[in-house]
């Protein structure tokens, strides 16, 4: 790889963990090319980017970008979007999957770096669209009781 080459790498990489809300650090030593290729597939479903990126590279583009040190180590791969919860999902479910050969490593969240614990939690969270369907039908309950209750006065009537 020559010199030009990993300087588009560390700027690309740079501005992506930039726009990026978070990031996941995960450890793939002994995964098969296979399962990398479904988690890549399943990453870009939920519009999440993946990369193999060497350490010294990422060092550099985590710098770059203004985020905390981290200590790269070993074989990393990186995911990262602006979806937190989504991330955690999918790395989590992954990571489950083919925990002999994929470990989750650390994260950044928002600017801070956070554990594997915090990763996990978050991943239990509901998705912004099961949100969305829980305050719906917080929503409509009223007016489902409101129709309820005036087809049981209705039944009630008939029935005298």
Known sequence: MTKQEKIQIVEYLSSEFKQASAFIVCDYKGLQVS???KLRCAARAANIKVQVVKNTLA?????????????????????????????????????DAHSEHFVLKVGVFEGKVVDVQHITSVSKLPSKEELIGMLLSVWTA????????????RKQKEEN
Do not use: M
């Open 142 to 153: 009223p007016a489902r009781y409101f129709v309820t209750g005036l087809d049981n006065l």
């Open 59 to 95: 060092s550099i583009a985590v710098k770059n970008a203004q985020y905390p040190d981290l200590e790269l180590k070993d074989t990393n791969i990186f995911l990262w979007a602006d979806d937190q919860i989504a991330l955690s999902k999918v790395v989590c479910k992954f990571a």
């Open 35 to 37: 399962h990398l290729e």
